[in-house]
C-alpha cells in the first residue's frame, strides 16, 4: 500500500502567518492528492483536490503544489479558525490512504 | 442539499459484530459510490472499503477482508457496513463519505456522514 507521510506532526503558529504542510508519498501517486481539514468532533472537509485544484466554498488562502511524490499544502496567512488537524489522501490506488495528520495550535 | 446521516452509538462486547447505517439524500443514490473511513481515538485516518450503491460491488482493504460486510439498500437510498470479530482496536468513530466522481470509486470524498462512534469492551 501506498504510505503518506507528512510534515511537521505539530506546529504552533501565530495569526497572519504563512503555513507549509508537506506530504510525501511512498511511489509515484500523479496528481491524485487530496487535502482535507478536520475540527475536533468534526468530519473531515476538503480543501484541496488533485494536488492543486481548489474546492468550491474554500478560502482562497489554502493552496497546494506539487506532483510525483512530494506535495505541499499552503496556508497564505493564518486565521484562528484554522486551528485544526490537516490530512493529506491518496486516491491512485487501494486501499486508499491518509497521511498521520498535522495538528495546528494557534498561539 | 447533500446528506449522509449515520446511525447512532454503539457497544458492543469482543467478538461480537455491529452494522451501522448511512442514509444518503440531496442526490441520485445510485450514481455515487460510497465509502468507509474509520478514525480511532486521537488516531489519523484509515480506509476500509468502498461500495458501488448501483450493482452492489464492493472492494475492501486487504486488513479488513473477511470481517466486513457493505450492503446498501436502493429502496431506502441506505448504505451499510458491518464489522464482525469485534476487538477492543475497532473502537473508533465510523464515517461514510462519497467519492466526489460520479459513476466512479475513485477519487476524493466530498461529502461525510456525522460519524458513528462504536466502542468495544468487555
Known amino acids: 500500500e501506498i504510505v503518506l507521510t507528512q510534515s511537521p506532526d505539530f506546529q504552533s503558529v501565530t495569526p497572519e502567518e504563512k503555513v507549509t504542510i508537506t506530504c510525501r508519498a511512498s511511489?509515484?501517486?500523479?496528481?491524485?492528492l487530496h487535502w482535507y481539514q478536520q475540527k475536533p468532533d468534526q468530519s473531515p472537509k476538503v480543501l484541496i483536490k488533485y494536488v492543486s485544484q481548489s474546492f468550491s466554498g474554500v478560502p482562497s488562502r489554502f493552496s497546494g503544489s506539487g506532483s510525483g511524490t512530494d506535495f505541499t499544502l499552503t496556508i497564505k496567512s493564518l486565521e484562528v479558525e484554522d486551528a485544526a488537524t490537516y490530512y493529506c489522501h491518496q486516491s491512485s490506488s487501494f486501499p486508499y490512504t491518509f497521511g498521520q495528520g498535522t495538528k495546528l495550535e494557534i498561539k | 442539499q447533500v446528506q449522509l446521516v449515520q446511525s447512532g452509538t454503539e457497544v458492543r462486547k469482543p467478538g461480537a459484530s455491529v452494522k451501522v447505517s448511512c442514509k444518503a439524500s440531496?442526490?441520485?443514490?445510485?450514481?455515487?459510490?460510497v465509502h468507509w473511513v474509520r478514525q480511532a481515538p486521537g488516531q489519523g485516518l484509515e480506509w476500509l472499503g468502498v461500495i458501488d450503491p448501483s450493482g452492489g460491488g464492493t472492494t475492501y482493504a486487504q486488513r479488513f477482508r473477511g470481517r466486513v460486510t457493505m450492503t446498501r439498500d436502493t429502496s431506502t437510498t441506505t448504505v451499510y457496513m458491518e464489522l464482525s470479530s469485534l476487538r477492543s482496536d475497532d473502537t473508533a468513530v465510523y464515517y461514510c463519505a462519497r467519492t466526489a466522481n460520479s459513476g466512479s470509486s475513485t477519487g476524493l470524498f466530498d461529502y461525510w456522514g456525522q460519524g458513528t462512534l462504536f466502542t468495544v469492551s468487555s
Open positions: 440531496g442526490y441520485t443514490f445510485t450514481t455515487y459510490y
Open positions: 511511489e509515484n501517486i500523479g496528481s491524485n
